[in-house]
Nanobody, 125 residues
Framework: QVQLVESGGGLVQAGGSLRLSCVAS????????MGWFRQPPGKEREFAAA????????YYADSVKGRFTISRDNAKNTVYLQMNSLEPEATAVYYC??????????????????WGQGTQVTVSS
């Protein structure tokens, strides 16, 4: 069993930055590929970024590419999402998710084994 706890969300002005963290409890964190997803108000949960278990591979949605960076520290059981040049359209609840996989996890909300409870990010114009 893995529990994921996100933090780092908040209110930021357009153009600003935030860094989200997701801490995993339990063992074998380094065996999980990790993903970040977001759910804007009234919309479906959508993929943002993913990282392989050894951080050798990353993948981004086109909407965040060049502005968001996913990283992980397996010694700290933590995955991060650095978000720069934030726009009001980035307002959403952000979730991290874990999938037991050797390669990079999928860019779809289906198939992940564990989810966090989410952290709210609000970008004001």
């Amino acid at each position: 069993q893995v529990q994921l706890v996100e933090s780092g969300g908040g209110l930021v002005q357009a153009g600003g930055s935030l860094r989200l963290s997701c801490v995993a409890s339990g063992r074998f964190f380094s065996n999980y590929g990790m993903g970040w997803f977001r759910q804007p108000p009234g919309k479906e949960r959508e993929f943002a970024a993913a990282i392989s278990r050894n951080a050798g591979s990353t993948y981004y949605a086109d909407s965040v590419k060049g502005r968001f960076t996913i990283s992980r520290d397996n010694a700290k059981n933590t995955v991060y999402l650095q978000m720069n040049s934030l726009e009001p359209e980035a307002t959403a609840v952000y979730y991290c998710a874990a999938k037991w996989i050797s390669g990079i996890p999928p860019a779809t909300k289906y198939g992940y084994d564990y989810w966090g409870q989410g952290t709210q990010v609000t970008v004001s114009s």
